[in-house]
């Protein structure tokens, strides 16, 4: 059975750092592009960062970029999520999953990232 297990969020003041993880256990892991994303309250969820099969970033959104780097190691098939420099505007859910929609697994729980003082 697929699963996607996200680690890692947590209360951080703002221009502090957090580092998230994403676990998925699926067979075809390392054959797809993988994604985070985040969801705020009262809003959709939107894209925040992607990358290749080969571990090279695929895209940044433009509120985070400079601001977050994300990684991949397809032997533990993890998905990682470094951000700095958190503010305010980037509390949310943070989910993994695939990039391609016509592609995705069940989504999982999330993890909780609130930025505030």
């Known amino acids: 059975q697929v699963q996607v297990v996200e680690s890692g969020g947590g209360l951080v003041q703002p221009g502090g750092s957090l580092r998230l993880s994403c676990v998925v256990s699926?067979?075809?892991?390392?054959?797809?592009?993988m994604a985070w994303y985040r969801q705020a309250p009262g809003k959709e969820r939107e894209l925040v960062a992607t990358?290749?099969?080969?571990?090279?970033?695929?895209y940044i959104a433009s509120p985070v970029k400079g601001r977050i780097s994300i990684s991949r190691d397809n032997a533990k098939k993890t998905v990682d999520l470094e951000m700095r420099s958190l503010k305010p505007e980037d509390t949310a859910a943070y989910f993994c999953?695939?990039?391609?929609?016509?592609?995705?697994?069940?989504w999982g729980q999330g993890t909780q990232v609130t930025v505030s003082s």
């Open positions: 699926w067979d075809k892991f390392a054959s797809y592009e």
């Open positions: 990358i290749y099969v080969t571990n090279s970033t695929s």
């Open positions: 999953n695939t990039r391609n929609p016509l592609v995705r697994l069940i």
